[in-house]
Nanobody, 118 residues
């Protein structure tokens, strides 16, 4: 089954760290650039970070650069997002994303909730 499954979210205090994971299955993970997005209820989903197939090229939203780190382990078909110095503005559902394939279909996980509150 082709799917992405996120995990690692939770309720944390400001200044804390969390590591999100995304496990891929049903496709050749190592052939794809991968992304993290996040969405606050009532707002549009926004880009957080991306990583190239080999992990050499990393891209971040300005709002998270310097505090979040995207990484991957192609041997484990897994994508990660290390989030440090969390702020309340980081509260959102975080989604793992694979871009569109030749059939025009992209792939989203169901998301994992990150809540930052004191």
């Amino acid at each position: 089954q082709v799917q992405l499954v996120e995990s690692g979210g939770g309720l944390v205090q400001p200044g804390s760290s969390l590591r999100l994971s995304c496990e891929a299955s049903g496709f050749v993970f190592g052939l794809w650039t991968m992304h993290w997005y996040r969405q606050v209820p009532g707002k549009e989903r926004e880009f957080v970070a991306s990583i190239s197939r080999t992990g050499e090229t990393l891209t971040y939203a300005d709002s998270v650069r310097g505090r979040f780190t995207i990484s991957r382990d192609n041997a484990k078909d897994s994508l990660y997002l290390q989030m440090n110095s969390l702020k309340s503005a980081a509260t959102a559902v975080y989604y793992c994303h694979r871009p569109k394939d030749t059939y025009g279909s992209d792939l989203w996980g169901k998301g994992t909730l990150v809540a930052v509150a004191s």
